[in-house]
T-cell receptor
Framework: AQSVSQHNHHVILSEAASLELGCNYSYGGTVNLFWYVQYPGQHLQLLLK??????LVKGIKGFEAEFIKSKFSFNLRKPSVQWSDTAEYFC?????????????FGQGTELSVKP | DAGVTQSPTHLIKTRGQQVTLRCSPKSGHDTVSWYQQALGQGPQFIFQ???????QRGNFPDRFSGHQFPNYSSELNVNALLLGDSALYLC?????????????FGPGTRLTVT
């Protein structure tokens, strides 16, 4: 069965620090990968997505993620975080034959950025 | 352009009761998915509706059922509520033929079972 694992449950950073959130998935076939963000009091929204092509994808608000197929990983990065990045971040996957269907989410990583 | 809307915002029910949650998809979307998000966990897929039929289903018991109406809105019904059904229920909509496969999420309904 497919699963997604996010290594860090809670990350605390100071403003301007660099961010990397880990995400690993288990699935033998081709996948589509997503990072969603949930700001306090707001609904889930898409940060970025990978379907094919360049494994380094750029999203909104300066976030990027790199797909490393050999490591089954899709880590999220940002060079310099801001206080407004405080939120919960979810990695999600869907199999290639299931586009638009079931999303499998990791358990989430809570990011707290200190001003 | 209205996004995904859900009602009610909060709901408190007693164990054994039945509940109905409602979702209106984003304008132009024809597919609705439902997810359950327990506290401290990521969302878990319940099922997806397209063309008024259940297209996919996750690992949830038959107590969880749904419906999609001709205007693409959807309902999630849960029978014989258990304490463990307490969670945030999220609705997500998408446009099936759209190859971006992006699902847009609503604000959720917080269900508390006592």
């Amino acid at each position: 069965a497919q699963s997604v694992s996010q290594h860090n449950h809670h990350v605390i950073l100071s403003e301007a620090a660099s961010l990397e959130l880990g995400c690993n998935y288990s699935y033998g076939g081709t996948v589509n990968l997503f990072w969603y963000v949930q700001y306090p009091g707001q609904h889930l929204q898409l940060l970025l997505k990978y379907f094919s092509g360049d494994p380094l994808v750029k999203g909104i608000k300066g976030f990027e993620a790199e797909f490393i197929k050999s490591k089954f990983s899709f880590n999220l990065r940002k060079p310099s975080v801001q206080w407004s990045d405080t939120a919960e971040y979810f990695c999600a996957v869907t199999s290639e034959g299931n586009q638009g269907g079931k999303l499998i989410f990791g358990q989430g990583t809570e990011l707290s950025v200190k001003p | 352009d209205a996004g995904v809307t859900q009602s009610p915002t909060h709901l408190i029910k007693t164990r054994g009761q039945q509940v109905t949650l409602r979702c209106s998809p984003k304008s132009g979307h024809d597919t609705v998915s439902w997810y359950q998000q327990a506290l401290g966990q990521g969302p878990q897929f319940i099922f997806q509706y397209y063309e008024e039929e259940e297209r996919q289903r996750g690992n949830f018991p038959d107590r969880f059922s749904g419906h999609q109406f001709p205007n693409y809105s959807s309902e999630l019904n849960v029978n014989a509520l258990l304490l463990g059904d307490s969670a945030l229920y999220l609705c997500a909509s998408s446009f099936y033929p759209d190859h971006s496969y992006e699902q847009y999420f609503g604000p959720g309904t917080r269900l508390t079972v006592t």
